[in-house]
């Protein structure tokens, strides 16, 4: 997680902190340490590199103890001292002026504290507040080096103390990260049975708005079953659909750029986990809905492998090619969920994916963090604020606004324009953060038109896709 979000800034090499050589942070412009394992012994060599240098350093976790024990004297070189682990109910991340959440699951993990020795060496950057009005230091920066009392990579959301540490990350990747103010907007899960009328409503007002937008295209459309057609099944190529091939044709000409987003957006005639019908289910990856009505995500679908992915890939492009459309060069998984060798597929075929990833433990780039096997029992998402060229090799264009949901959703609330707007501005304490929501043409056209005219007040510039890619 911490190096897809350093390669917005840099290109990086990871890889296990006992293997680090001595010297090797020469060879760099900063260095990243991830203490995800309680008192793991670390090299003398690492330990004596990082107390030498004068290059950016950002510490996150455990095992910052050792550091300290190795320094001649830790406190009078940083101006803070590492102390005890705090166990209080810590819910809120101060950053840059902005309260970000901590979600209570994440609170028995504990904050490792730190006391500030000389106020003119170091600060405390992000203070945590419990639920009694206490504050506990959470980042930490004295010198070159930037301390996390914790790994903020768990319990994760569009609000959290996650974005401090995105923001803290890029300032070791690239101390001079240009400050842009983007934002992007993308339109749904555009398939054959959508309405032609809608989708021209929402082209005229973007480009009456002056914003270039994304249309996601499922270029197949089914119900196998007839869910939605009283049994009946129903398949609908992009083609046979003239009103809503001229209306992308239309939406092309307001400012829209046309992607992929699946060949059917769902898998066979079974529900996964919901109907079987396009834009409704997983089409890469298997899942169901738990007693408790949240969805799990199981495993890579049985007949996952690059040929089959690779012919899913093919078919969906025809589509397009049949519709009189040119090859979309961005692709979004459905429901954002793929296998490992999904994803590989997805960026031989596409410049860039748009989506948060799914990936699983046990793999990363050439196995030097694992095992070079993934392990779907063990997976994880990852939402980022800006591009990023994730351990997949793939370049990302950011989605991290989410979009809006009128009710209650597998345990997830309701997400109104203000929600989206709220964290848009929780956003703002990460330089360079591309503001960036989908959102669906079914739903009234007044929330999209309370969001992007909120994110204009903000200062944000609506931009294609394309060029947050480029650059």
């Not at 993990?109 to 203070?127: C, E, F, K, M, Y």
């Not at 997976?379 to 994730?390: A, E, H, M």
Request: charged residues 15%; proline residues 6%.
């Amino acid at each position: 997680m911490a190096a897809n979000l350093v390669s917005h800034g840099s290109k990086y090499t990871v890889h296990a902190a006992v293997n680090y050589v001595a010297g090797e942070i020469n060879s760099y412009t900063g260095l990243v340490y991830v203490g995800s394992t309680y008192d793991e012994p670390l090299p003398t060599a690492l330990l004596d590199d990082v107390l030498a240098t004068t290059k950016p350093v950002l510490w996150m976790g455990d095992n910052i103890w050792q550091l300290s024990a190795r320094a001649t004297n830790f406190a009078t070189q940083y101006g803070f001292t590492p102390m005890f682990f705090d166990f209080t109910n810590t819910l809120t991340v101060t950053y840059k002026g902005v309260a970000l959440q901590r979600n209570a699951a994440a609170v028995p993990s504990g904050l490792l504290q730190t006391v500030i020795n000389d106020t003119t060496r170091a600060q405390a950057i992000a203070v945590a507040t419990n639920d009694t009005g206490g504050t506990v230091n959470w980042a930490t920066k004295g010198a070159n080096l930037t301390y996390i009392g914790e790994v903020p990579f768990s319990y994760t959301g569009p609000n959290d103390r996650y974005l401090a540490a995105i923001d803290l990350l890029g300032t070791v990747s690239n101390p001079t990260m240009l400050a842009r103010k983007r934002a992007l907007v993308r339109i749904e899960d555009v398939s054959a049975d959508d309405s032609p009328t809608q989708l021209r409503a929402i082209a005229d007002y973007l480009y009456s708005k002056n914003v270039p937008f994304t249309v996601a295209v499922i270029p197949f459309y089914v119900d196998p079953n007839g869910y939605y057609n009283n049994g009946v099944p129903v398949a609908l190529h992009l083609r046979q659909v003239t009103g809503v091939v001229n209306a992308l044709k239309y939406m092309q000409s307001r400012g829209g750029t046309l992607i992929m987003h699946g060949y059917t957006h769902q898998y066979s005639n079974i529900a996964n986990p919901y109907s079987g019908v396009s834009a409704d289910d997983f089409e890469f990856y298997r899942a169901h809905i738990s007693s408790t009505n949240y969805v799990v995500y199981d495993t890579p679908v049985a007949e996952d492998s690059m040929s089959w992915t690779q012919g899913r890939i093919q078919k969906g492009l025809l589509e397009f090619s049949n519709a009189g459309f040119q090859a979309p060069t961005i692709f979004e998984p459905p429901h954002y969920a793929a296998s490992a060798i999904d994803y590989q597929v997805f960026n031989a075929s596409f410049t860039a994916r748009y989506d948060r990833g799914l990936y699983a433990t046990g793999w990363c780039p050439n196995g030097v963090c694992g095992t070079g096997t993934p392990n779907y029992t063990q997976i994880y998402g990852q939402f980022f604020p800006y591009l990023v060229r994730d351990i997949y090799g793939t370049v990302v264009i950011p989605e991290q606004l989410g979009n809006v949901e009128l009710t209650t959703f597998n345990n997830n609330p309701p997400r109104f324009p203000a929600d989206i707007l709220l964290s848009a501005q929780n956003n703002t304490v990460i330089k360079d953060s591309v503001m960036s929501f989908f959102f669906h043409p079914y739903l009234d056209i007044n929330y999209l038109k309370q969001i992007v005219q909120g994110l204009q007040s903000m200062g944000y510039t609506f931009v294609p896709a394309n060029t947050v890619k480029q650059g």
